[in-house]
């Protein structure tokens, strides 16, 4: 009897232990995931504020998601957009890291138009943003900009309302022109057929070429393009070429495009860039650089200045710049210099594993083909913001737009030249050319591509 009761007492004893023990063990894996999620966050450099903002909007799989990518105050802006719905979080996300200057409204308007795939740039955001857009008319303003990258957003508004308000309410708009630029551009891919059976509507250009005409004369094309600015011998062949399937364009338009290599296919029309050009070396989607190449003088940057290594002539010209940008207050940040070519692979080899090739190709350079492994390109943000997706919401971004010429500084990639860089519209992104050639490039607003091949190659 007692020994019976003795062992029922162990027992107990060791039960109660067990629970005991689970209890406090269940109770401390909690606190620490817990703990270590907002120390994750915080890590990613949200501040406490942020960090309880992202809690009160988002259930514990989206938070997770917010990990999967570098700290951008976008992100916030998000959740607090008037049509912010939680079920696209990922997708806003994904947009957001495709197009880092994309705005917060953007991002919500087309994801939740079921754009997400859209080739984001600012000509689209003007668009949607100008005070005559008209939400019903979406499919036909993304319809006729990418037929027409060369206008501007209030051009590309007032056509196609104009379009729509002569005809009658149920015919398609018909492109001026009906020209299709050759590089690739997924825009309103979805409406593509919609469009192409109609014949009735007006053409608002002053173009009356038919583009039927057929046996024009060779010296008659080639008398189009004598004597224009930037007419380079060796590509009258191409000009000719491009003409017959673009004969609307203007032949200064042609010139521009040629010269840029959009008639050739990007990183399939390939060759190697000439190294003999020193510092106005060029490399884009068909000039590429070799996997050893590794730039000469490449100078650690100061930690005050940004992080990484560039060539010493360009971080010299950036000192110099700085130096002048903290008198007025500003401190532009260098971000993303020097990349070599193994981590420009893996970051592209990890773009593609998370987005797939079409995708990552939108935004990423592939190696050999990205221009920070010159050493002569930064990305910058600035001393308080590291993140470039904000650049362009700085002071800094506005001193530095206007006065990085000055110092051999020319923006990369601008605003409505993204069909002949090849990129989008890139407000971080500075490339040393030196001065004289950066004020040229500043004031006559013409790409890099467009310089090089009429001055350089
Ligand atoms: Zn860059």
């Known amino acids: 009897m007692e020994k019976k009761k003795k062992r029922k007492l162990k027992k107990g004893i060791i039960l109660f232990l067990i629970i005991f023990i689970l209890f406090w063990l269940f109770l401390g894996v909690y606190l620490f995931q817990h703990k270590s999620f907002d120390t994750k966050l915080k890590e990613h450099g949200y501040s406490k504020e942020e960090i309880q903002e992202l809690k009160s909007h988002l259930e514990k799989k989206n938070l997770e998601i917010v990990l999967e990518y570098d700290y951008q105050k976008t992100i916030l802006h998000i959740l607090n957009e008037k049509d912010f719905q939680e079920k696209y979080f990922s997708y806003y996300l994904k947009f957001l890291n495709r197009y880092p200057n994309a705005t917060s409204y953007d991002i919500v308007f087309f994801v939740n138009h079921g754009l997400e795939d859209i080739t984001y740039n600012p000509d689209l955001h003007d668009i949607i943003h100008h005070e005559k857009f008209k939400e019903e008319y979406l499919d036909d303003y993304l319809k ?187 401190y532009p940040y260098i971000q993303s210099p020097y990349r070599s070519y193994s981590y420009q692979t893996t970051l592209y080899n990890n773009y593609v594993k998370r987005d797939g090739v079409k995708e990552a190709d939108t935004y990423s350079a592939r190696p050999g083909y990205s221009e920070h492994q010159t050493g002569l390109a930064m990305d910058l943000g600035t001393s308080k913001n590291h993140s470039i997706g904000d650049f362009e919401s700085s002071k800094e971004f506005t001193w530095v737009s206007k006065n990085a010429y000055k110092y051999g500084f020319i923006l990369r990639y601008p605003k409505n030249k993204q069909y002949l860089t090849g990129y989008m519209y890139e407000p971080w992104h500075y490339r040393y050319v030196g001065k004289e050639i950066a004020k040229y490039i500043y004031e006559n607003n013409i790409t890099y591509e467009e310089y090089f091949e009429y001055f350089l190659r």
């Open 144 to 330: 006729y900009y990418e037929e027409h990258q060369e206008l501007d957003a209030e051009k590309i508004v007032i056509d196609v309302n104009t379009n729509k308000e002569e005809e009658d309410p149920n015919a398609n708009l018909k492109p001026v022109g009906g020209e299709v630029t050759s590089n690739s551009n997924s825009n309103s891919n979805q409406n593509s057929h919609k469009n192409s059976n109609s014949n009735s509507s007006s053409n608002s250009s002053s173009n009356t070429k038919d583009p039927k005409e057929e046996d024009i004369p060779l010296e008659e094309i080639t008398a189009l393009f004598l004597g224009k600015q930037y007419m380079v011998d060796r590509n009258m062949d191409r000009y000719r070429k491009y003409y017959l399937s673009h004969k609307n364009l203007s032949a200064d338009e042609i010139i521009t495009r040629v010269n840029s290599n959009i008639d050739l296919t990007a990183y399939k029309d390939v060759t190697a860039s000439d190294l003999g050009k020193g510092d106005l070396l060029i490399v884009n989607k068909y000039y590429y650089l070799d996997k050893n190449y590794v730039p000469s003088n490449l100078v650690a940057v100061n930690s005050k200045h940004g992080r990484g290594y560039l060539k010493k002539e360009a971080y010299d010209a950036f000192i110099e710049m700085y130096n002048d940008a903290v008198k007025e207050g500003l």
